[in-house]
């Protein structure tokens, strides 16, 4: 099976080819900020980004038979494999999503190039995947509901690895997963489902760029202090917060070198982020009721092995524990789809399961 894999981001695209799960290429197109302040509609920017891809393609000589994207932060939907269908490409033009993000251009951009080649276009696992038990849901004021909204690709993906590494059924298992990037998702898996997860964006462990969850009282009085406009405000707590607010820097290699040399502050923060994340994991091993067949740790700090071994300090008495460092996007695009053609799971469509939301 020859794939073309697609995954957008702010400032590049990242593009590859595989062919079943060999990876031929990885390689990333870039976008300058200057040229994509030109854009003033999605319609512009789609046209510009596609003619990159396009130009891509035929540069590299490539022919495919499928072709697939990462999803965006579409409408809720159940975790799985998707054929990208007309109505999902409407509502995106449309603005009918939970939050404009580049990544929400990949379907719009295999979408075409799927109709021009006459092949299939699928997306695997959006960021808005959507599985929550009704308690979930509920915040503590009714004004507010909890969102489900997550690293839903990569949390899946090393899912399914253990799975098949332990010779299990991965829709019998039992998982907290802890995907440890830039933002941090720390989620409950039961049979399969993603019944509860942090938003990111929202509360969990502060993280390399996040704050995490903050004492309300506090937050509200930061709001209202004259300080920040909303768009600074959020743009703090999302992207400028945690380890990059109180050391400012977010790279752990570069803070565990700061540790070595004798800085206690970074030692001391680096310490609480741990012990925020080794929490958040436990109060998820609740959420299954303490049935937790394994505890995953993934994401780009879980290269680190000093992370990793801290953390398992606090969570060795929960469950065994399983370690996949890095993101896996792109593998984790194409093992959705080969699951699909190799009939291990039936492929879903957009306009059959999302949620409308206000």
Known sequence: MKIFVINPGGGSTKLGYFENEKEIFIEKVYHSPE???????????????????????????????????????????????????????????????????????GVLIAWEI??????????VDPVCVDEFIDEARISGIPELERKS??????????????????????????LVVAHLGTGITIAAIRKGRIIDVNNANDGGPFSPQRAGTLPTTGLIKLCFSGKFTEKQLIKYVTKQAGLLAYLGKD??????????????KADLIYRAMIYQI???????ATALKGKVDYIVITGGMAISNKLVEKLKEYINYIAPIKVYPGEHEMEALVAGVLRVKRGEEKPKKYEEVFKEIT
């Open 35 to 105: 040229e994509l302040k030109k854009f003033d509609t999605i319609e512009k920017e789609l046209e510009y980004r596609k003619k990159l891809v396009e130009n891509f393609i035929e540069k590299k000589g490539i022919d495919f038979e499928v072709i697939v994207s990462r999803g965006g932060a579409f409408m809720p939907l159940e975790s799985g494999t998707y054929l990208i269908t007309e109505k999902l490409v409407k509502d995106v033009l449309e603005g009918k999503v939970q939050a404009q993000h580049p990544s929400n251009f």
């Open 114 to 123: 799927a109709k021009k080649r006459k092949i299939e276009a699928y997306f």
């Open 149 to 174: 909204l997550l690293h839903a690709l990569n949390v899946r993906y090393v899912s399914h690895l253990l799975a098949k590494e332990i010779g299990k059924d991965f829709n019998e298992l039992n």
């Open 251 to 264: 790279m752990i290699t570069e803070i565990e070198k700061d540790i070595e040399k004798g800085d206690k």
């Open 278 to 284: 080794a929490k958040e994991i436990g109060a998820y």
